[in-house]
């Protein structure tokens, strides 16, 4: 057995069996330890990290400036702890891309391109170690019967990555399948391998249970988790209702793994291998920006680094009784916050995708996809299609446009005009943004 086996196992073992706490204040005093050793560790290696925190003792760490990905990528070089500079990082991460071959190192590390939604694209770096330790942790987190049970996974991603094909191991297999290839070829390929677990962006998942509804797609899953985008409520009640099974969730960026959901189908932060802190938005919704600590990874250190991410957090603990903060949704991007005007005053009200999201669903049962983008302050373009029950669009339009005219009143502002176009989005390399704006405060 290699070390990199070995490794796996002690991050699988740790992480299913031997990390408890008997109540959260027990976690927190635990990762302030690990906090504070890690600190130790990038202040020594990382030169941008050391100017930044110039004259704050490790133990102020919560003091220390926050950082975001356009900072991170400008100071990319001076950031990570290997020596690799921004420019051959992303040489190779961009030929990659245009190749299909993710196989190629940099120094011996993983180089990874995130999808750029923000319009901003962000390198990762990850070394053999903290790769063994990622698997370790994604295998004890979502494989249902464990390292013991035989599993075929297939994983539909816009790019694959050493990091990904690391799953593959002992009596698990793997298969990547490229969202960039025809939907045919996915099915023919589905059909033959038989994946027991399936992982993919909630669109696709949705696609592929559209496809086996039709007859053209034969096996079905044990599990389905959700990866890359928002899984919406219309997406998850068609594909758990298909299947008689839970959907589950991987929270998963370029900044680390930082969620996934338990046996009860909630998502828990993983903060057994980083710390989160809550910038509240919202603070009466319980909405909150993250800002991640992770106290594991040091080839390219995460440290008070502020996601462009929406999360909610649940009312309550979640039934399994883990001390992990427990999410209700993760609703979308900061940057897809809807804004409208207030009716007396010269500013601006935020309408939260949620809130939108669940006036389109809840206008008619029969609303089989939609979207909505802000294209202007006070223009929303809705996209939807209808199932073929036959209900008039006319009637839908009507009853979606006040709903949301309720919502704008309660919160003192004024409705936006409403323009209703066909809904022609198709799953692949693109995310899906349910709700999204595209205009600029």
């Known amino acids: 057995m290699n070390s990199d086996t070995l490794r796996i196992l002690y991050h699988y073992m740790l992480t299913r069996h031997l990390h408890r706490w008997p109540d959260r204040e027990a976690l927190e005093r635990w990762q302030e330890r690990r906090i504070i050793r890690q600190i130790r560790r990038v202040r020594e290696s990382s030169p941008f990290y050391r100017d930044l925190w110039k004259g704050l003792p490790d133990e102020a760490w919560r003091q220390f400036p926050i950082i975001d990905k356009p900072i991170m990528m400008e100071h990319f070089d001076e950031l990570n702890t290997v020596g690799i500079r921004g420019d051959e990082a992303m040489e190779l991460a961009l030929r990659a891309e245009q190749t299909r071959d993710f196989e190629p190192l940099l120094h011996g590390v993983t180089v990874g391109l995130s999808s750029g939604t923000s319009g901003n694209r962000g390198l990762f770096l990850v070394s053999p170690q903290e790769q063994s330790a990622w698997t370790g942790t994604v295998l004890a987190k979502l494989l249902p019967g464990g390292l013991k049970r035989e599993a075929r996974i297939a994983f539909f991603l816009r790019a694959n990555s050493n990091l ?182 010269s500013k601006r009200i935020p309408l939260f995708p949620d809130l939108v999201t669940r006036a389109i669903i809840t206008a008619s049962p029969h609303i089989s996809h939609y979207r909505v983008i802000q294209q202007t302050e006070d223009l929303l373009e809705i996209a939807y299609r209808l199932d073929d029950t036959g209900e008039a669009s006319a009637l839908v339009e009507q009853e979606i446009h006040s709903r949301i005219e309720t919502i704008c009143k309660g919160l003192n502002s004024i409705p936006p005009r409403i323009c209703f176009t066909a809904y022609d989005f198709t799953p692949g390399p693109v995310k899906l943004r349910r709700v999204e704006r595209r205009w600029s405060l």
């Not at 930082?258 to 828990?268: D, E, N, R, V, Y």
């Not at 009312?315 to 883990?322: E, F, I, N, R, V």
């Not at 979308?332 to 809807?338: A, F, H, N, P, T």
Request: some cysteine; aromatic content about 10%; charged content about 25%.
């Open 164 to 345: 990904y094909e690391s799953v593959r191991k002992g009596r698990l297999q793997f298969r990547y399948f490229d969202l960039i290839r025809p939907l045919d070829e996915h099915l023919q390929q589905m059909n033959e391998y038989r994946p027991t677990i399936w992982v993919a962006p909630a669109s696709m998942l949705r696609l592929l249970v559209e496809e086996y509804a039709a007859g053209r797609l034969k096996v079905q899953p044990q599990r389905m988790i959700a990866v890359a985008e928002v899984l919406d409520p219309l997406d998850q009640q068609y594909i758990e209702q298909a299947f008689a099974q839970k959907v589950h969730q991987v929270y998963q960026c370029t900044e680390g793994f930082l969620g996934a959901t338990c046996a009860h189908g909630t998502i828990h932060l993983n903060e057994d291998i980083v710390c989160i802190e809550k910038e509240y938005i919202d603070p009466d919704s319980r909405r909150f920006m993250p800002i991640i600590t992770d106290f594991s990874r040091t080839t390219q250190p995460i440290i008070r680094y502020r996601l462009n991410d929406i999360l909610t957090e649940a009312a309550g603990p979640c039934a399994c009784g883990s001390p992990l903060t427990a999410i209700e949704r993760i609703e979308g991007r900061y940057d897809d916050i809807l804004y409208i005007r207030h009716q007396q005053q």
